[in-house]
């Protein structure tokens, strides 16, 4: 997942889609995310490369509608509905996921050991 | 035409001429028609102003109008041998304001505080000398001791003269309308004080002639001490006390609703309203009449075409009452546009002062390079083709007035200046500012915007401006916290309110320099 400046960012993504809960009038989702270019990168447990100022999934609630999607703690989250997220600040993540009119996101995420699965399911 | 019935009936007829009055009465016969038509028809009344039913009972009368006005009328006249005039009256009042037949009353108080004040002042020598006069052989002679005295007795009374000149010889500002309860004070003080010296004196000294020449050195110095320490006294209440500020006064006029808020410390009513008023002066805007109303045609609008009809008799007496109210119950129910036209107005007439403010700079401008100053070392003629004629200040200012005369006329007359600007003092500013070599801007600022009350002040009259003290409270009584009292003067006034200003608690923080230090927002997480 470590990127190198200046090149394009190349990573192996799962697609995740989660349907949204509706619980009285919000639609929630069910995880927490933490990161973005305005936040501080060396604090972030997840990542590999401390400088990454992506946006991770640092929290899934249990029987919410991402663990029933497959959605785990420590993902990157790469593009929501088409939307890039690997240089977004924390605010506009969030509001990339929360949009109100929108029942459904499709997420693009990786997350380490997907890679290296991809490669033995390839051998 | 029904809302032209504000004015009263007589009036109207007397003054104007004979063939003017007979179109207005034939203009009066169609209406009374048009009026008797509509009361045959559904019996209405119509509201009327006090002066309509003399209208009415003659609008009835028909013919016999034009010839028989003349006994029926009564008339205003301007002046007869028995009677005067309004113009009489104004100026019999104002020569009655300009001569001074109460004059003394104003220079009555700081006559006698002076008198008193010198008669302290020239006691000790007047203990010193007497002895030496009346009794020189016998008195013991005095040596060191009395000439340190005298040194010091000396130079206290050049101090005290000194100190009284700086602070008390001073031009009275105000005459106020009850006891200077201070000065009152300190006045009976020095009175008694001084009075009870010279009784000693004459009982103790001038009586058995004492020979003990030091002890009257003594005595006279020790007096001196005591008129120094009256005088800190008097400067501690007179003038220490009420610089530190205590209160906060608020001042609206009542015309126009200019406001100011002032500090001030502890004093009595009336010394506060003196020191208000000279904050008044130069703090307020000048207070210009025409500038307060509405114009007309915006609030009459409001009443215009407005009847109110009741079905029955004429009993408008005992009716009269519930028709007004019921008029004004449906004035408030019907749809008011007059803030609209309000707004545009007010629009129009910006936009009319900025045009003719345009006009006037660019005047003015213009006007200002006709002329410059001559320099010392230039020659005066520089060719015999272009003599220049060498002008003094009031001849330039005449000179350039000409061209932006009527630009600064249209500009005073749109802002309603003009009765504070004659002719003859805009030249004389025109020559003031010439001569202070100053800009067209610094010349114009006078004009532009509206300068406080002192500026318009006429330097002439010496009786000063009346103003009355009104207060529900003795105005010798010291200010106190939500005290109102105000200040009237023949067509406006000044509401003060007084608020004491807020005890302080001022507490302490203390920051070591180096513990300003800063991190990158923590990792924030947020639950979608």
């Known amino acids: ?123 | 035409m029904d809302n032209e019935s504000q004015y009263s009936g007589y009036s109207y007829k007397s003054s104007h001429s004979r063939s003017s009055r007979k179109h207005r009465d034939r203009r009066d016969r169609h209406r009374s028609k048009s009026r008797d038509s509509s009361s045959r028809g559904d019996k209405s009344v119509t509201i009327q102003a006090p002066g309509e039913p003399l209208l009415d009972t003659e609008s009835t009368r028909g013919d016999e109008r034009d010839d028989n006005w003349g006994e029926t009328t009564t008339v205003v006249t301007g002046t007869s041998e028995h009677s005067i005039s309004n113009e009489d009256l104004t100026r019999a009042s104002k020569e009655l304001e300009d001569s001074s037949p109460l004059e003394c009353r104003r220079f009555a108080a700081p006559v006698l505080s002076g008198a008193l004040g010198l008669f302290a002042l020239l006691t000790p020598l007047a203990f010193l000398l007497l002895p030496q006069l009346l009794w020189r052989d016998q008195l013991e002679p005095c040596g060191v001791p009395c000439e340190g005295l005298y040194v010091s007795l000396a130079f206290k009374l050049l101090v005290l003269a000194l100190s009284s000149w700086a602070l008390f010889l001073r031009p009275q500002r105000a005459t106020l309308p009850r006891l200077f309860v201070f000065r009152g004070l300190l006045m009976a003080l020095l009175f008694l004080f001084v009075a009870s010296y010279w009784l000693f004196y004459g009982v103790r000294v001038l009586e058995p002639r004492e020979r003990d020449y030091r002890g009257i050195v003594g005595y006279a110095a020790s007096l001196v001490d005591a008129l120094l320490f009256i005088q800190y006294l008097a400067l501690v209440l007179l003038e220490v006390r009420q610089m530190q500020p205590a209160f906060c006064l608020k001042v609206v006029r009542t015309t126009d609703g200019a406001s100011r808020f002032y500090n001030i410390g502890h004093l009595s009513i009336q010394r506060a309203a003196v020191w208000v008023l000279e904050q008044y002066y130069s703090d307020f805007p000048v207070y210009n009449p025409a500038l307060l109303n509405l114009p007309k045609s915006i609030l009459s609008k409001k009443m215009s075409g407005f009847k109110v009809y009741s079905l029955g008799e004429e009993n408008s007496t005992n009716n009269s009452t519930g028709q007004s109210r019921a008029m004004i119950a449906a004035a408030a129910r019907r749809r008011d546009n007059s803030h609209n036209e309000y707004y545009y107005e007010e629009a129009e007439m910006e936009r009319r002062v900025r045009k003719r403010k345009a006009r006037l700079v660019v005047a003015v401008e213009e006007a200002f390079t006709h002329i410059k100053r001559l320099q010392d070392d230039e020659p005066a003629a520089s060719s015999p083709k272009h003599p220049r004629e060498v002008m003094d200040p009031r001849e330039a200012a005449q000179a350039i007035f000409a061209p932006m005369a009527r630009a600064m006329q249209k500009y005073l007359r749109t802002t309603r200046q003009q009765p504070y600007h004659s002719m003859e003092s805009i030249i004389a500013h025109l020559q003031f500012c010439i001569t202070h070599n100053m800009t067209p801007k610094a010349f114009l600022e006078r004009y532009l915007t509206t300068g406080p009350t002192m500026q318009y002040q006429r330097e002439s009259s010496s009786r000063g401006r009346q103003w009355t003290l009104v207060s529900e409270e003795p105005v010798t009584s010291a200010l106190r916290q939500g005290q109102v009292f105000s200040l009237r003067r023949l067509d406006f006034s000044l509401v003060v309110t007084v608020t004491s200003l807020p005890f302080l608690n001022l507490g302490e923080e203390f920051i070591d320099p180096k513990s300003h230090k800063f991190v990158m927002r923590l990792q924030s997480e947020t639950s979608v």
Do not use: C
Request: glycine share 10%; aromatic share 4%.
């Open chain 1, 1 to 123: 997942m470590s990127f190198i400046p200046g090149e394009p960012v190349t990573a192996v993504v799962q697609r995740i889609e989660i349907q949204k809960l509706r619980q009285g009038e919000n639609l929630i989702l069910g995880f927490s995310i933490g990161g973005g270019i305005d936040q501080d990168p060396g604090q972030n447990p997840f990542s590999e490369d401390k400088t990454d100022k992506g946006i991770y999934v640092t929290r899934v609630t249990p029987g919410g509608p991402a663990e029933v999607a497959d959605l785990r703690m420590g993902d990157k989250i790469m593009q929501v509905n088409g939307w890039d997220m690997t240089m977004v600040t924390h605010d506009q993540a969030r509001k990339r996921l929360t949009k109100k009119n929108e029942d459904v996101v499709r997420l693009l995420v990786t997350r380490q050991g997907l890679e290296s699965a991809v490669r033995n399911a390839r051998m």
